[in-house]
């Protein structure tokens, strides 16, 4: 057993703690108390101090992230908008056909070692490949992985979803540290078909959509057109089929079911306060990505709304396509200096407790 002590102590689900200690045994905390109570079998074993600044707290959560991404750091520069930035990354994306490439595994063990080393204990990780499944628990690195799907003119969405659940059995055991499910991607890039059978045919598992992110996003679901038409158009993607629903992105998704406490909707920079109490009515999670939303085009998000409204707030980093690293604690910084009004104390909730939730 090793007890450690620190200034302060923050459980979280807590008040703080003044002179703060935790004990240790085969890497779980057993016991923990402040300077009014002593630790269990006096300082047997006790770490060092850790500092009159530090405190002690549970890892944090990064609800929304893409590994396998990783090798994209500092390749896709910040874009005046959304449509630029997604076109570099479908134009490099196009350039690494192999998910299994040397420097690409590379690339996610540094990120992987990265986030540990900034304190993330748990990871919401969207992934195509699949590549990072099996390395996350290699790594020992708590993570549910969602397997995400996409395809505008997807007709058959049962055999597509159907072949990604095979995809996930083949994967072999993963747990206790990794769990997985299927996903959809998000309105503009997945079709109504398809939508439905990853409602029908998931269940009540989890997932994970990118939801409201830009404002060409909302555009296209009001009118059709836009820069998202054209970007579908220009990789062979295009529906002439398809109308647009005319409502919001939240009301989209509902129309398939997949409105409810097992989603984990991501970035919402674009919605209204009516569709973010929509999303707490339903007890969904919003997974706010602040620096990812500035690098990639599509605004600061309203985050005091976020957190006026209700709903549960989580806080992921996205990928290294647009974040230039996956320290959750700057993510921390840039809420605080965008909602100044926030409560630390509730922060640091979405950071730990709401993430592990979510997840
Ligand atoms: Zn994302």
């Known amino acids: 057993m090793v007890v450690h002590r620190a200034a302060w102590l923050l459980p979280i689900a807590a008040p703080p703690i003044r002179g703060g200690w935790v004990t240790v045994e085969q890497g779980r905390v057993v016991a923990l108390g402040g300077e009014s109570d002593a630790p269990p079998d006096g300082n047997a074993g006790a770490a060092p101090f850790a500092g009159g600044a530090a405190v002690i707290m549970p890892s944090l959560v990064n609800a929304h992230t893409h590994l396998e991404l990783s090798y994209m750091r500092g390749l896709v520069p910040p874009a005046a908008s959304f449509d630029a930035w997604v076109r570099t990354l479908i134009s490099l994306r196009a350039k690494y056909p192999d998910p299994l490439a040397a420097d690409i595994i590379q690339s996610v063990r540094d990120a992987v070692a990265e986030a540990r080393a900034a304190g993330t204990g748990l990871i919401g990780d969207t992934s195509n490949t699949l590549v990072t499944a099996r390395m996350l628990r290699d790594l020992r690195m708590p993570a549910h992985v969602f397997h995400e799907v996409l395809g505008f003119r997807v007709t058959d969405g049962i ?37 439905m059978a990853v409602a029908n045919e998931t269940g009540n598992t989890l997932t994970s959509i990118h939801l409201g992110e830009s404002p060409e996003e909302v555009h296209f679901l009001q009118h059709g057109g836009g820069p998202i038409q054209a970007a579908l158009e220009s990789v062979g993607a295009w529906n002439p089929l398809w109308t647009p629903p005319r409502c919001g992105p939240v009301e989209y998704i509902d129309k398939f079911g997949l409105l409810g406490d097992r989603l984990l909707a991501v970035h919402g920079v674009q919605l209204s306060y009516r569709e973010l109490a929509q999303l707490c009515g339903a007890g969904a999670t919003l997974v706010t990505c602040p620096r990812s939303n500035r690098w990639v085009g599509a605004g600061s998000p309203p985050v005091e709304q976020f957190y006026a409204s209700g709903v549960r707030v989580a806080i992921g980093t996205d990928s290294l396509a647009s ?24 922060i640091l909730d979405s950071a730990t407790r709401i993430g592990a939730e979510a997840l």
Do not use: K
């Not at 974040?323 to 009004?341: C, K, Q």
């Open 159 to 195: 055999e597509a979803v159907s072949a990604a659940r095979r995809r996930l059995e083949g994967l072999g055991e993963l747990e206790p540290d990794v769990r997985v499910s299927v996903t959809p991607h998000a309105p503009y890039s997945v079709s109504p078909a398809l939508f």
């Open 323 to 346: 974040v230039g690293d996956l320290n959750l604690f700057a993510e921390l910084a840039e809420i605080r200096a965008l909602g100044p009004s926030i409560p630390a104390r509730a």
